[in-house]
């Protein structure tokens, strides 16, 4: 059986680099899409970000001027009791002094007070008065106040005020992106050095194929592996 001659050889050795430069090309065109796809998809996760923050600034610019009215009622509350409780005190210190008249006008006064104080009280959301271990009121719970509006604007108004997730999700995206990015570029490089292969007639080109046959498969590589991880996280 005769040998291959140098022109067979030399022309299927053309045919197979020919069509791994087909191969690589359409490899470049997916990355491409996808990583198109991905810088749409990082756009879309950025702006929802910037509008869930604009969202929740909103919402809690609603809940600070309620809270702030809240607190108003609370001081109003808690001044008036305080001072209609010494009020009373002065009424019983004149009674046991026998100023028998001045007593009764400062026990309306101080019910007067204890009126406007509960007034105040009830005007409040006591829902959220905080207390200490003994169970005096120290005022009203802040964080609870703030945390519950944003809870109802996401349930009863349908808002996304978690900007927190949207821009950690723009930024995983992006560095995919990225990834895909420089797939694309490695790929270019894989397929410049396969076109060398293809146009060179001398041994370099046995350099020129390898060399590219390597990169391509480190960015198989690569992408295997991430597969494989990916499958393990989830």
């Known amino acids: ?11 299927r050795f053309q045919t197979a680099v020919t069509i791994l430069i087909a191969l690589l090309s359409t490899a470049v065109a997916l990355v491409a ?12 996760a950025q702006h929802n970000g910037v509008l869930a923050k604009i ?16 607190q108003q009622a609370y001081y109003d509350y808690e001044y008036k009791y305080s001072l209609s409780t010494l009020t009373r005190d002065y009424a019983v210190a004149a009674e046991s002094a026998g100023q028998t008249a001045y007593g009764t006008r400062l026990r309306l006064e101080a019910a007067s ?14 829902y959220y008065l905080a207390e200490d271990a003994e169970g005096n009121l120290t005022g009203l719970d802040t964080e609870r106040y703030i945390s519950d509006g944003r809870n109802s604007a996401e349930i009863g108004q349908h808002l996304d005020l978690r900007f927190d997730d949207n821009f ?23 397929v410049m050095f396969l076109t060398w292969a293809q146009i060179t007639r001398s041994l370099l080109r046995w350099v020129w194929l390898v060399a590219g046959l390597l990169i391509a498969l480190g960015v198989g590589g690569v992408y295997l592996v991430s597969w494989i991880l990916s499958l393990a996280q989830g």
Request: charged share 20%; proline share 1%.
């Open 1 to 11: 059986m005769a040998s291959d001659t140098p022109s067979q050889n030399s022309e």
């Open 33 to 44: 899409s996808q990583a198109a796809v991905l810088i749409g998809n990082t756009t879309e």
């Open 55 to 70: 969202n929740q600034e909103r919402v809690d610019g609603g809940s600070r001027v309620q809270l702030a009215r809240n």
């Open 113 to 126: 007070l204890r009126e406007e104080s509960d007034l105040a009280y009830f005007s409040m959301e006591t």
């Open 168 to 190: 950690a999700l723009a930024e995983a995206l992006r560095s995919q992106a990225l990834g895909l990015s420089v797939s694309i570029i490695a790929l270019f490089v894989s």
